[in-house]
């Protein structure tokens, strides 16, 4: 019903409205997620596996270790998306068609929010400029910014359960995925993950759709943004989008992800990388001597390490003691030591031979 009010304040309030309508359903997707994540994180805490820096071999990490980074990485972006959410029920309704209120009641806008908060159970209040209100749609861009942060985040993680779910026979092989999809159009017995793959095609839709929110931000001119139709469009696309990808990753993806233990040891057994533990007994360089050597024998950083120190040839960089293989066995005999910090080679002997 016409009743002589504008679209120009109207709009923008039932887009603020829209967004804020749905943002429970949104943060609860990403809690969901976030909490199936620890879950794994607690399972996988027992696996040493290889870290990988630059796609390069790196100094050990437990998968658990992963999984609880990339849980807290998602509510860290949920929280950004609550901090931006704040603002939008920030609502300039009553400055009619300029900002300035001409023809609303003056009692008009505080009697409209209140309504629409008892009406929305949400904290609604009334923006403290009207003006400022209608010439910009700087809090619709953050909250759209903060949507394509978590969008980042999950295109990071569903790259890396891809990499870490590669192969079996030629690829990473340290994850196994749900075949929710089993087989291929051409290839026997192929399953891919097609769940993070969606996902990173619904992120990539959602970037779009922020890039195209921020160009229509910054496309206001003087009294009026014009261009709220296409705001309104994407931010409702980017939020169902979001809730339908991360829901359907977290179900029917991640709750099934297992480790596999045995190619996790394989290749922390075969990463010369390794050596870092033993930098405080050997020193970097004669480590990056090992490290050659150990590639071009074909042998493990630790046997390497060990046929050394029996043979005599290696020594502590301050002392000068010949190192021995009670030593090296006492840096490497629980790899699981080597994810938690610290210096594990302080001496240059193992307390057996003081």
Same mark, same amino acid.
């Given at each position: 019903?016409?009743?002589?009010?504008? *679209?120009?304040?109207?709009?923008p309030?039932?887009?603020?409205?829209?967004?804020l309508?749905?943002?429970?359903e949104? *943060?609860?997707?990403?809690?969901?997620?976030?909490?199936?994540?620890?879950?794994?994180? $607690?399972?996988f805490?027992?696996? $040493?596996?290889?870290?990988?820096?630059?796609?390069?071999?790196a100094?050990?990490?437990?998968?658990?270790?992963?999984?609880?980074?990339?849980?807290?990485?998602v509510?860290?972006?949920?929280?950004?998306?609550?901090r931006?959410?704040?603002?939008?029920?920030?609502?300039?309704?009553?400055?009619?068609?300029?900002g *300035?209120?001409?023809?609303?009641?003056?009692?008009?806008?505080?009697?409209?929010?209140?309504?629409?908060?008892?009406?929305?159970?949400?904290?609604?209040?009334?923006?403290?400029d009207?003006?400022?209100?209608?010439?910009?749609?700087a809090?619709?861009?953050?909250?759209?910014?903060?949507?394509?942060?978590?969008?980042?985040?999950?295109?990071?993680?569903?790259n890396?359960?891809?990499?870490?779910?590669?192969?079996?026979?030629?690829?990473?092989?340290?994850l196994?995925?749900?075949?929710?999809?089993?087989?291929?159009s051409?290839?026997?017995?192929?399953?891919?993950?097609?769940?993070?793959?969606?996902?990173?095609?619904?992120t990539?839709h959602?970037?779009?759709c922020?890039l195209t929110?921020?160009?229509?931000?910054?496309?206001?001119?003087?009294?009026?943004?014009?261009?709220?139709?296409?705001?309104?469009h994407?931010?409702?696309?980017m939020?169902?989008?979001?809730?339908?990808?991360?829901?359907?990753?977290t179900?029917?993806? $991640?709750?099934g992800?297992?480790?596999?233990?045995?190619?996790?040891?394989?290749?922390?057994e075969?990463?010369?990388?390794?050596?870092?533990?033993?930098?405080?007994?050997?020193g970097?360089?004669?480590?990056?001597?090992?490290?050659?050597?150990?590639?071009v024998?074909?042998?493990?950083?630790?046997?390497?390490?060990?046929?050394?120190?029996?043979?005599?040839?290696?020594?502590?960089?301050?002392?000068?003691?010949?190192?021995?293989?009670?030593?090296?066995?006492?840096?490497?005999?629980?790899?699981?030591?080597?994810?938690?910090?610290?210096?594990?080679?302080?001496?240059?002997?193992?307390?057996?031979n003081?």
């Amino acid at each position: 019903v016409n009743m002589a009010q504008s *679209t120009n304040d109207t709009i923008p309030t039932a887009i603020r409205l829209g967004c804020l309508w749905r943002l429970a359903e949104l *943060t609860g997707a990403v809690d969901g997620l976030a909490e199936a994540l620890r879950a794994k994180a $607690v399972e996988f805490d027992d696996v $040493v596996k290889s870290g990988r820096t630059h796609l390069q071999d790196a100094v050990p990490i437990r998968m658990g270790q992963e999984f609880a980074g990339y849980a807290r990485a998602v509510e860290r972006d949920r929280d950004r998306i609550q901090r931006a959410a704040r603002e939008l029920a920030r609502l300039g309704i009553g400055g009619t068609a300029a900002g *300035t209120g001409l023809n609303a009641h003056p009692e008009y806008a505080g009697r409209v929010v209140t309504e629409l908060a008892d009406l929305t159970q949400l904290d609604l209040h009334a923006s403290d400029d009207l003006i400022e209100s209608m010439q910009s749609m700087a809090d619709m861009a953050d909250f759209s910014a903060a949507l394509r942060t978590l969008a980042i985040t999950l295109t990071r993680i569903a790259n890396d359960v891809r990499l870490l779910a590669s192969g079996p026979a030629t690829g990473l092989n340290e994850l196994h995925l749900l075949p929710v999809q089993p087989g291929s159009s051409i290839m026997p017995g192929k399953v891919n993950p097609v769940l993070a793959e969606m996902l990173n095609m619904a992120t990539f839709h959602i970037q779009g759709c922020d890039l195209t929110v921020a160009l229509a931000a910054q496309a206001g001119q003087l009294e009026l943004n014009v261009m709220m139709p296409i705001i309104a469009h994407n931010m409702f696309e980017m939020m169902q989008v979001m809730i339908g990808a991360i829901q359907a990753f977290t179900h029917k993806c $991640v709750t099934g992800i297992e480790p596999n233990r045995q190619q996790a040891q394989y290749w922390l057994e075969r990463n010369a990388i390794l050596v870092t533990a033993l930098n405080p007994m050997i020193g970097y360089a004669r480590g990056a001597e090992l490290v050659k050597e150990s590639q071009v024998k074909g042998q493990t950083i630790r046997e390497l390490a060990i046929s050394k120190a029996v043979a005599g040839e290696l020594v502590h960089r301050e002392t000068g003691e010949l190192l021995t293989k009670e030593d090296i066995d006492a840096v490497f005999r629980d790899l699981r030591e080597l994810t938690e910090g610290g210096i594990h080679s302080q001496t240059g002997h193992s307390s057996d031979n003081e």
